[in-house]
């Protein structure tokens, strides 16, 4: 009998590391309250992409281009359905380090994405050592 329970928690306990992993994807508010952000798992490997802003939920303002990207052959890409967020794999328990893309400077940095809880995402961005970075808090759409 004990054998049987021990199964069924073991189960039941990998069935929610398997939802632990998915709880970041879906939309989230940048801190500002203004961009949206969509994050997806694929193969073991987050990216997030911006899926629109929350003052212009119509998209009745003129598109936004990557103008300020050093590439000149990049700058007249739109923003919407840009991947920002590349190369983020976990780096532990709801964790992942990868890049961020900051369109409003043109420039690449390093990231950690920290998952706090299932609506709330701490976003780091650095140059070296993660002691010289910026840290936002975002939220769950």
Request: charged content about 20%; some cysteine; proline content about 4%.
């Amino acid at each position: 009998m004990v054998g049987k329970y021990a199964l069924v928690l073991l189960l039941v306990s990998l069935t929610d590391v398997s939802v632990a992993d998915n709880v970041i994807e879906g939309v989230w508010i940048v801190e500002d309250g203004d961009g949206l952000i969509e994050f997806q798992l694929q193969n073991e490997q987050l990216s997030g992409v911006i899926v629109g802003s929350v003052s212009d939920p119509n998209r009745a303002k003129p598109a936004r281009y990557d103008d300020l990207n050093p590439e000149p052959g990049l700058r007249e890409r739109p923003l919407l359905g840009l991947a920002i967020f590349t190369n983020l794999l976990s780096s532990g328990s709801d964790k992942w380090k990868g890049q961020v893309y900051d369109p409003n400077t043109g420039k690449t940095y390093k990231c950690t994405i920290t998952l706090v809880n299932t609506n709330t995402l701490k976003v780091r961005g650095y140059i070296g050592l993660s002691l010289l970075g910026q840290t936002r808090i975002w939220t769950r759409k």
